[in-house]
C-alpha cells in the first residue's frame, strides 16, 4: 500500500478550505435561509471532504460528513427545511470536525470522540421528513430492466496535482454518487499496489443525471485538468462483460485529441495558481534582502570609482550596470513582497460565526459588516494581527453594542452594526473597527483607573479628554463590573497595544457617546524590508523606520526649553519632550559637542509625540530587517539590525519602546 503521509499537509489546507466554505454557508443558511445554490455548495464540501478523509484514512472526519452528506441530499431533495434546530446540529458538526482537525495537524491522530455527533446526525436524519405533496411515487426499477446507455469517462489530473491516488478516489465516489459505474480502469487497488503516480484513469458508467451536469461535477473536484466523454455506441454489455477503455496502448482506436477552441468557462474559473511551501518563500525573501544589500554595496562603489577615476567609459558602463541592477533588485524586491502578500480575507473568515456565537450568548442583535476583504497584508503580519483584532471585535459586541431594549429607548435599531473594513493607504494598510453603540465615556474611564491606582488624583485632574481615553490602554484598567468569560479580566486592550506596536502598527481610538467608538490601525505591509531613516548618534549608524516618523526638524539650542525639567519644542502647536539618542542608548558624546544646528526626528505613537535628538541626518533607504537571534536576546530600545552599503552593521530604533523607557510619558 501506498504511505500517504506525504500528502498530509495538502489534505490540511483542502480541509480548512472546505471547513471555512461550510462554515460560510451555515451562517448564510441562518441567516438568508436555504437557497438551492447554497445547499449544493455545501453539500459539494461534506462530500469533498468525504472523499478525501476516507482516502487520508481519517474515519472520524469521513464519518461526520458521510452524515452531514445525508442530511443536506434531503436539503436537496425538498424533503427537509431550515430549522435553527438544523443550524444547531450543523455548528455543532462543524466545531467537531474542527476539533479533529487541529488534532490531525497537531499529531495526525483523531483523538476526539465523534460517535455522539455521529449518532445525533443520524437521528435527525431519521426523524419524519416533509414530503412534497406534489410528489410522485417514486418507481423501483433495476438495472437489468433497463436498457444501459453507456458511456466512457476518461478524466485527467493536472500535472501540479501532489495528491493523485486521493484525488482520484474522489472522483471515483463522485462518479459513483450520480451513475452506475460497471467498470474503472485501471482500478484503484491496481494504482495502490503499482504506481501510485498515475494521473489519469476511466470509468465506464451509466449516469444517473444529465451527462452535461456530470461534467460540471467532475470539473468541480479541484486538480482536475480536463475530461473527455464518449457514448458507447455498441449493444449494452451481458453480465460479467464490459467494453475496453479507448487507450492507445491496448490497440483500440486512439482518444481524439483534445480540441483547440477557447476554454470552457468551468476552465476559464479555474486559478492558475501552485501551492509553494512557506519555508520556501521564506528562503527566497532573504536572498532577495541579500541581494538588496549587495545591491546597496554596488551603487556606493560606482560613486567611489566615479569619485576616483573620473568620467570614462569604464566608469560609464559601470554606472550603467549599477542603475540596471538596481532597477532589477527594485522589482525583484517588489515581486517578492508580493508574493508574500496574501488577502485579509484569511483573517476576515474567522469573525462571523465569533460575532454570531458572541451576540447569541450576550442576547444583542448585532450585524456584522466586513470591507476590502481583497485587501493584501504580509502573511506574518495577518498572523499577528488576528488576536488583537479579535480583542478588539469581542469588545465591540460585548461594551460598545447595546442590548435591543436600550437601542430601543434611544431611537436606535435594535440591531447594532460591527464594521471591520481594510484599505491601503500610500504604503501602509489601515484597518477601521467601528461600532454604532453607545460610546466610551472617558470621565467613567479617569474615574475607574484612579479607584485601581492606575493614576493620582492629580493626574486625573489634569487630564483631558483623549488623555482619559487613552487610560483602556493602560495594564489592568477595566470598568466591567464583573468578570466574565468575555471581558473584565483587567486584560486585553493593553495587549492589544502592544502586539500591534510589536509589529510596527499603530492604534488610535475616537469615540462619541450614544454614536460609537472606533479604532484605527496603521500597518506597514510588510515586516521584511522597510525602509528606513539613517542617523548618525553617539559615534555610530542606526535606523529609524520611516512608518513612525511624524516629522523632521532642525532647530537651535535656544529653541529647545525646559518644562518641569523635560527638554521640549514646540511644533505645530503642542510641546513635544526631546530626549537625545545618544544619551538613551548610553552612548558617549559627540567629541566636537552639539552643533549650532540640531536634527530632530519626531516620532509618534498615537497622539503621542517624542522628538530625537541625533548628530547627523544621513538620509532614507530600503533596508533588509535582520533579527539579532537568541544570543543576543531582547536588547533594550533596539528591534533588529541592518547591513549597510558599506559592510558596517546599523541598529534598528524600537521607537514604540522609547515612550515606555524614556520615562517622559511615566
Known sequence: MVDLSEYRGIFLEELEDQLQLIEDEVLRLEQTGETEDGIQQFFRAAHTLKGSSASMGYNGLKEVTHHLEHLLHQMRGGERTVTPELIR????????????????????????DVSGLVQRLSTFAAEELQKPEDKAPAVQTSLAELPLQLFWVHVWLSS??????????????????????????????????????????????????????????????????????????????RPGEFVRPP????????????????PSAADKTKPQTIRVQVERLEKLMNLAGELVIDQTRFHLLNRRFHQQYGTNDLTEELGQLADHLAMITGELQESMIKVRMLPIEQLFNRLPRMVRDLSGSL??????VLEGKETELDRTLIE?????????????VDHGIETPEIRRSAGKSETGTVRVAASHEDNQVILVIEDDGAGIDSSLIAESALRKGIIT????????????????????????????????????????RNDIERINGMIDIETTRGQGTRFRIRLPLTLAIIRGLLVHAGGATFV??????????????????????????????????????????????CAGGRSASIPLIIVGR?????????????????????????????????????????????????????????????
Not at 442576547?363 to 456584522?368: A, C, P
Open 89 to 112: 446540529l450543523f455548528f455543532g458538526a462543524l466545531d467537531g470536525m474542527r476539533a479533529l482537525q487541529s488534532e490531525i495537524a497537531a499529531t495526525d491522530q483523531e483523538t476526539t
Open 160 to 237: 501540479g496535482c501532489e495528491m493523485k491516488l486521493p484525488r482520484l478516489h474522489l472522483i471515483d465516489a463522485k462518479l459513483r454518487s450520480v451513475a452506475a459505474v460497471l467498470r474503472m480502469k485501471p482500478e484503484l487497488e491496481e494504482i495502490e499496489d503499482h504506481d501510485s503516480r498515475i494521473d489519469e484513469a476511466s470509468w465506464l458508467l451509466s449516469p444517473k443525471i444529465d451527462i452535461e451536469e456530470l461534467r460540471q461535477e467532475v470539473l468541480s473536484i479541484m486538480d482536475v485538468d480536463r475530461i473527455y466523454i464518449e457514448e458507447v455506441l455498441n449493444d449494452s454489455p
Open 247 to 262: 487507450h492507445p496502448e491496448t490497440g483500440s482506436r486512439e482518444l481524439p485529441e483534445v480540441p483547440e477552441s477557447p
Open 363 to 368: 442576547n444583542k442583535q448585532v450585524e456584522l
Open 384 to 396: 499577528e494581527l488576528g488576536d488583537p483584532l479579535i480583542h478588539l471585535l469581542r469588545n465591540a
Open 457 to 496: 488624583a492629580e493626574e486625573a485632574g489634569g487630564m483631558t479628554e483623549d488623555e482619559a481615553l487613552r487610560l483602556i490602554f493602560r495594564p489592568g484598567f477595566s470598568t466591567a463590573p464583573h468578570i466574565s468569560d468575555i471581558s473584565g479580566r483587567g486584560v486585553g486592550m493593553d495587549i492589544v
Open 544 to 589: 529609524i523606520p520611516m512608518s513612525s516618523v511624524a516629522e523632521i526638524v532642525r532647530v537651535t539650542p535656544e529653541e529647545i526649553t525646559s518644562v518641569r525639567g523635560q527638554p521640549v519644542i514646540t511644533a505645530r502647536g503642542q510641546l513635544v519632550p526631546v530626549v537625545w539618542l545618544q544619551d538613551i542608548l548610553r552612548l558617549p558624546a
Open 606 to 666: 498615537g497622539e503621542k509625540r517624542l522628538a530625537l535628538a541625533v548628530d547627523t541626518l544621513i538620509g532614507n533607504q530600503d533596508i533588509v530587517i535582520k533579527s539579532l537571534g537568541a544570543y543576543m536576546g531582547k536588547t533594550e530600545n533596539i528591534s533588529g539590525a541592518t547591513i549597510l552599503g558599506n559592510g558596517n552593521i546599523a541598529l534598528i530604533i524600537d521607537t514604540a519602546s522609547l515612550f515606555f523607557n524614556t520615562g517622559v510619558f511615566a
